[in-house]
């Protein structure tokens, strides 16, 4: 039956968690689709381009554009909707920021049922290839959300499928997996022969059979004189991870400073992949896997959602949460973070909503145990970073890697002191991005502003250099009228 | 044994061409090497925000960090505020002092926006413009590079008509208002 090569992964994460996976509170429930009554889709905070008419009242299309992104990414309307109203609100990213929220009544439950766009053949050429991901919304549904068009470029040999999903509770890749492997085969056969990658690794953890065996039921014949292999990992984590992956399945590191792309290797989510078979038949990225799950839900579930999906209205089809304080988060219970009530709907990288009883962290100073340094996966030492943080000393924090922390939380995970070592970190990220940012404008706005200088000075010098040769003019004038005159006098 | 009177000249003789030599040397050196302005300015330069706003009293970041070298007070700076106070104070090794609020208080990043309907085309806050971030021609609309604009406000006050606000720097929707892709397959 087993036509490609499976191997187990020899390389062993260092650090890392071997938790209690959670999983199978929705890994086996059935996959409802669901059409909320309203959409409320967030609107770029960087510079973008509207598409579509917003006046109110307006109605738009399911799967006509909404909007360009500064990328130039193209976001697809997901259902027929009456524009309701443009309110300010926050993002859902973990550092939330301004930004417009689109307000939408669903007119028509269903996502497009014609092509959007006009279907491509089945050899796309490269550059009708990322063309189409452009227009058709593709970004990456691992939760990075980086436009999937634009790593496609430079000199690529290997394709990494990333099917590790590694964080306890998550089960939404390993449902597209399993619901969607021949439109995955489907990408990897167009993205191998656009590409002419000579490789495509498969890699999954030893937890998901189920996604394994479709995957392998399903091969297409087209790829089978290809090098196509699948590598499974042992289950822990962060091994899914970009950086991690690639070295547990092909033995290389790749820089922080660096991206995958830059060494030839393509690293896609299976959901991407998916959208990315759906975009070649002519539909753009309008719904999206997710999973709502955690123990304060009260029927965990998977879902196939709208982009633009209340937050509240994924848990209530989950059948809400129980009685109680809880908190709900954007992500899995690590790498996830706490969203408020009023955040706008679901984005294209939304895999999972999870929510758990509130408990107040109770935090008592480091005791140097040394657990945090032990569980880092990419071997930093959480206890020296955080000290340095808590005394506001960034740079000494930089110069001890912190650049190079995931956010992964495995420090937060094993310490007992319980101190928030993650969030720490994300904000002295956070702070270090606002200063390199505040050094650049100020680096262009001294340049601009000697340049002008310089123009300003030479301005001034051409018109006196214009000055004085008219006045040398206008005297080597008078001295001629005087000369002539006395010669008239004699 | 005395040294001969020859000797003596060629000793003499030999340490003046290695003395002329090495002056030579340095003066190559150092009029090849030479750094422009004071270092110490450029070093104060890079401590203030280039916002080239004049609130200290000066025409812009630079002309203050050579006042700054010339012993003025280091707590002028509104835009930079606290943490330029203490970086410069650092750099100085002097005691670092509360801002100056006769200069102005701190504002959070601002960023001028033109109402491109009533802009008559007058061109005066171009001129005004410390950082060239305002983009247009006599009679016809101006328009700002947000992105290249410090907010300094000094092209407020010459405008005519007074079609320029600041508004915060971190205020969404910037966008821009005439879309010009071509339309998609859809419609």
């Known amino acids: 039956m087993t036509k490609y090569a499976t191997t187990l992964s020899t390389r062993r994460l260092p650090g890392g968690l071997s938790a209690p996976d959670g999983k199978g509170l929705t890994a086996q429930v059935p996959l409802r689709p669901l059409t909320p009554e309203t959409l409320r889709i967030a609107l770029p905070t960087e510079r973008y381009m509207p598409l579509a008419a917003w006046s109110i009242g307006s109605i738009i299309k399911a799967g006509a554009p909404l909007f360009m992104t500064a990328q130039g990414v193209i976001q697809a309307c997901p259902r027929t909707v009456q524009v309701t109203q443009l309110v300010d609100g926050m993002t859902l990213s973990s550092i939330p920021e301004r930004c417009q929220i689109l307000q939408l009544t669903v007119l028509e439950p269903s996502p497009p049922t014609q092509p959007c766009l006009a279907p491509l053949s089945s050899r796309p050429d490269p550059a009708d290839l990322q ?360 | 044994m005395m040294p001969s009177a020859l000797d003596v000249l060629t000793t003499i003789l030999a340490f003046t061409g290695l003395l002329a030599v090495g002056g030579l040397l340095l003066q190559t050196l150092s009029r090849r090497f030479q750094v422009d302005g004071s270092p110490l300015v450029a070093k104060i330069d890079a401590c203030l925000p280039q916002t080239q706003c004049g609130q200290c009293g000066h025409p812009g970041c630079r002309p203050y960090a050579e006042a700054i070298a010339a012993g003025e007070a280091i707590n002028k700076c509104p835009p930079g505020g606290a943490e330029t106070i203490a970086a410069l104070a650092e750099l100085l090794g002097v005691e670092a002092m509360p801002l100056d609020e006769t200069h102005g208080t701190t504002a959070e990043p601002m960023v001028a926006v033109i109402d491109e309907d009533v802009c008559i085309g007058c061109t005066k806050c171009i001129a005004a413009c410390p950082v060239d971030a305002i983009l247009g021609a006599s009679k016809r609309m101006h328009t700002v590079i947000a992105d290249e604009c410090t907010g300094c406000d000094l092209c407020l006050a010459p405008c005519p008509v007074d079609c320029i606000t600041l508004i915060p720097r971190s205020r969404p929707a910037n966008r821009i208002s005439t879309p010009s892709v071509g339309r998609l397959a859809h419609d």
């Open chain 1, 131 to 490: 063309k189409r991901a452009a227009e058709a919304g593709l970004v990456g549904l691992g939760g990075a959300g980086f436009p999937a068009h634009q790593k496609w470029s430079g000199e690529l040999h290997t394709l990494v499928v990333n099917g590790a999903e590694c964080e306890p509770f998550l089960t939404a890749d390993e449902r597209v997996m399993r619901e969607r492997a021949p439109a995955i085969w489907h990408a990897i056969d167009v993205l191998m022969r656009a590409y002419s990658l000579t490789k495509c690794v498969i890699v999954l953890e030893d937890n998901t059979p189920d996604a394994l065996a479709a995957l392998q039921t399903t091969h297409p014949e087209a790829l089978q004189d290809r090098d196509v292999s699948f590598t499974i990992l042992e289950s822990r984590y962060p091994s899914g991870a970009e950086r991690q992956l690639i070295w547990l399945a092909l033995g290389l590191e790749i820089p922080t400073t660096a991206r995958p792309v830059e060494y030839g290797i393509l690293v896609h989510n299976p959901g991407t992949l998916a959208a990315l078979a759906d975009a070649i038949d002519g539909y753009p990225l309008t719904d999206r896997i997710v999973t709502v799950t955690g123990p304060s839900i009260i029927s965990p579930g998977v879902f196939r959602a709208p982009i633009g999906t209340p937050i509240n209205a994924l848990i209530a089809a989950a059948g809400g949460l129980q009685p109680g304080d809880h908190q709900v988060r954007h992500g899995g219970p690590y790498m996830g973070w706490e969203i408020p009530e009023e955040a706008p709907g679901m984005h294209a990288m939304t895999h999972c909503l999870y929510a758990a009883p509130a408990i107040a962290r109770t935090t008592s100073p480091c005791i140097r145990c040394g657990l945090c340094a032990e569980a880092c996966p990419v071997q930093l030492q959480p206890q020296q970073l955080f000290a340095a943080l808590s005394h506001g000393q960034l740079d000494h924090a930089m110069h001890e890697g912190l650049a190079h922390c995931l956010r992964c939380g495995a420090c937060d995970q094993v310490c007992p002191s319980a101190l928030p070592l993650t969030d720490q970190f994300q904000t002295g990220l956070t702070r270090q991005r606002a200063l390199s940012d505040e050094a650049k404008r100020a680096d262009r706005a001294r340049e601009r502003f000697n340049a002008r200088a310089r123009r300003l000075e030479r301005q001034a010098a051409e018109a006196e250099t214009r000055r004085h040769t008219r006045r040398q003019q206008s005297e080597s004038a008078l001295e001629r009228i005087r000369a002539a005159r006395a010669k008239e006098s004699i």
